[in-house]
């Protein structure tokens, strides 16, 4: 009996994949699963607050092997936390499918220079992808939302200077303030709503925009209420400081301007010769798309050239983090 090689490869690489849109799915069934408990939870509430204490919390996660649950560790790899999924700006079923078609395009630029085997690393290209993009929409939003704080603590300054509580100016936050902090704000009111403590709330407001300020804020909420002291004054140092970060990244992002635009020229210019050359001798350029060594030398560039651009966009975030 002769075995087809490339039969297998190609099997494998079914395999491969749809074992990652099963994992697609479960992060889907996840979601809505944990959406139905919270609203659960919220209609209960004395019940929410007690599963939403810290204690409980790390007694759950101690249960399951390693911390995490296996479902939990197959949506890490794609970048996913099921914890804060239904927080995403956008939809993780959305996110799947672009990095799908991504990797599906990158894989067939390395299929052109390495056969079918290139297919055997779609479900690792698609991962990575996905782990970009999801990185790249919640830095986003994290940054809309730090850029928002400082005039959120503004906010609640001039609130509690003319004697408003601080619940109450957490309120007037999340009727005034622009999203996403409102909606963030308004959560942190509907919780307390249902019984549970202010700095707990921050804390997991913190926690679920990945902005360590707000902890600040839950720690000096959490002071003022057990010792006393000037509020307002801590708050507008906060907002200060704050202030100076956002300052300090933007001078840094007009730096990093020459950086970002030179790398968009250097990614662009094959193309534009590629093409370029292509309209002036169709004939020397179409070896490349018909000719076997052609095609691998075009893949090969290809990969390099992505390579080249996830190397840049490293080194350029890592230099304004």
Known sequence: MVINTQHIIGLLAFIALGCSAA???LITYAEANRKRVDER?????SLAVMMRSPAIMRRISRAAPGGQTPLQRVAGLF?????????????PIIILVVSLIGARALAWALELAFGDYALLVLPVIWAALSNMVVAVIEGKR?????GQLPDALAMIVRSVRVGVPVSEAIRIVAREAP???AAEFARVEAEATIGMPLDQSLRAMAVRTGVPEYKFFATTINLQAQTG??????LDGLADVVRKRLALRAK???MAAQAKTSAIVLGLMPFISGGGM???NPDYIGLLFTDALGKQMLGVGIAMLCTGGLVMYTMINKSLS
């Open 41 to 45: 939870m919220a209609a209960i509430g």
């Open 229 to 234: 002291g000037g509020l307002s004054e801590t």
């Open 23 to 25: 994992a697609g799915i």
């Open 179 to 181: 999203m996403p902090t």
């Open 252 to 254: 840094g992002e007009a």
């Open 278 to 280: 292509y309209f002036l």
């Open 79 to 91: 970048g996913f936390d099921l914890a804060r999924s239904k927080y995403y700006a956008v939809h």
């Open 142 to 146: 994290k940054r809309v939302i730090m």
